[in-house]
């Protein structure tokens, strides 16, 4: 039987919040499981499971009898290219024969801003990925998109870089642009596009995992 893994559900309006209620727990190890760290792992016939990463890592390793070690990194602090201070966390998952590392910004206590993510092979060195990573993470961040003048966002050159993401505010009707790790609404970047009204543009979609 094929098991796989879905994220955890987001709490329906009006539930109580994290804030609110106690930190989940892994059902494997009884450990407390960190923000973005928590994996809903089985199937529909046995039912899921909510496990911590290293446990996650540990059920996918053994059921395809791969010598995995898995490694918890430790937050990193970095500068961008105005001077302002990121933090991230990272987040290692074993996927089949494949390894994703992953590296969220946190504001607030919650995944926001920023985001990137290494893959590569599962017996990959694990502290090699991250230093790729680190590198990746750097380079992007030592680059300015956008600037921000009297409480408004305006494209600095000619070349923006961002990720498509969710708007609650919208419930899907239009994407959520992250650029420089701001979150900017879809109406809001239509706006800073009109200062090259009758101008050429050319748009890339890319994969989470790719440089851009």
Sequence with gaps: ?????????????????????PAPHCDACHQEI??????????????YRLLCSRCFNEEVAASGGLDFQHVQFQPLEMRD??????????RVHLLGDRV??????FKGGEPRG????????????LFSLMGRLVGRMRRALATQHVEEERGQFHIKDLLVR??????ENEDGRVPLI????????WDEFGRM???????????EIRDKSEEI
């Design 162 to 167: 961002g990720r498509v993401e969710w708007d």
């Design 100 to 105: 994703a590392l992953d590296a969220f910004e």
């Design 34 to 47: 960190a923000v973005c760290d928590g994996v809903q792992y089985g199937s529909t016939a046995t039912g």
């Design 81 to 90: 290219a105005v001077g302002e201070l990121h933090e991230f966390h990272f």
């Design 1 to 21: 039987m094929t098991r796989h893994a879905k994220p955890p559900k987001n709490p329906a309006p009006g539930a109580a919040t994290a804030f609110e209620t």
């Design 193 to 203: 596009l009109m200062t090259f009204e009758g101008w050429q543009f050319k748009l």
């Design 178 to 185: 992250v650029i420089d790790g701001h979150e900017i609404p």
């Design 114 to 125: 920023y985001r990137f993510q290494a893959l590569d092979d599962a017996e990959v060195d």
